[in-house]
């Protein structure tokens, strides 16, 4: 079973393009993430969520906006696709409770923009 | 404000040889420490954590010491295979309005046969 899932795992889009990024968790967690990790490995958070509700905002375009439907899914849609929007885009979960807990990551989404 | 420094990569090592990758962190109060790994193609995964000064995470060979003093979070392991080789990232985990994990750049590591 698989613990974080995405979909799609690769995407191939033009410039200007509406895309959207689904991520499943059947973990039971409360808490939801949204990583985009660049070519040069650096990993970023995006957004996180706890029950539905937002609670970490990076500096991210409003370009890109997450939605949380219930509190096992969070999905990404990104509006107007832009060449730097290129990378391998990770959902994670974790436990709401104890700052000690890992995250899990879901195997990542590899958006190419041309 | 916190932040993760790491050894930068690549780092090459023949079969056997020890490893250490260096991490220090900057960060108030108590964070939690974290090691993932992420193998080709993959997602991030738990290598080992440590949560309060002097804690020793381990898994798989690999350790690592919570150090307060020098605020470094070092990991190490005697003796590597090629199935090592992988990106090793070090992280923070801090409760701030939302508890948000702060990454190293990560160090890719070759193992060779």
């Known amino acids: 079973d698989t613990a974080v899932s995405q979909t799609p795992k690769y995407l191939v889009t033009q410039m200007g393009n509406d895309k959207s990024i689904k991520c499943e968790q059947n973990?039971?967690?409360?808490?939801m993430y949204w990583y985009k990790q660049d070519s040069k490995k650096f990993l970023k958070i995006m957004f996180s969520?706890?029950?539905?509700?937002?609670?970490i905002n990076e500096t991210v375009p409003n370009r890109f906006s997450p939605k949380s439907p219930d509190k096992a899914h969070l999905n990404l849609h990104i509006n107007s696709l832009e060449l730097g929007d290129s990378a391998v885009y990770f959902c994670?979960?974790?436990?709401?409770?104890?700052?000690?807990?890992?995250?899990?990551f879901g195997p990542g989404t590899r958006l190419t923009v041309l | 404000g916190d932040s993760v420094t790491q050894m930068e990569g690549p780092v090459t090592l023949s079969e056997e040889a020890f490893l250490t990758i260096n991490c220090t962190y900057t960060?108030?109060?108590?964070?939690?420490l974290f090691w993932y790994v992420q193998y080709p193609g993959e997602g991030l995964q738990l290598l080992l954590k440590?949560?309060?000064?002097?804690d020793k995470g381990s898994n798989k060979g690999f350790e690592a010491t919570y150090r307060k003093e020098t605020t470094s979070f070092h990991l190490e392991k005697g003796s590597v295979q090629v199935s090592d080789s992988a990106v090793y990232f070090c992280?923070?985990?801090?409760?701030?309005?939302?508890?948000?994990?702060?990454f190293g750049a990560g160090t890719r590591l070759f193992v060779k046969a």
């Open positions: 994670a979960s974790r436990e709401r409770e104890g700052h000690y807990n890992e995250q899990f």
């Open positions: 440590a949560t309060k000064a002097d």
């Open positions: 960060a108030t109060g108590y964070p939690s």
């Open positions: 969520y706890n029950n539905k509700e937002l609670i």
């Open positions: 992280a923070l985990g801090r409760n701030t309005g939302g508890f948000k994990t702060i």
């Open positions: 973990l039971g967690h409360d808490t």
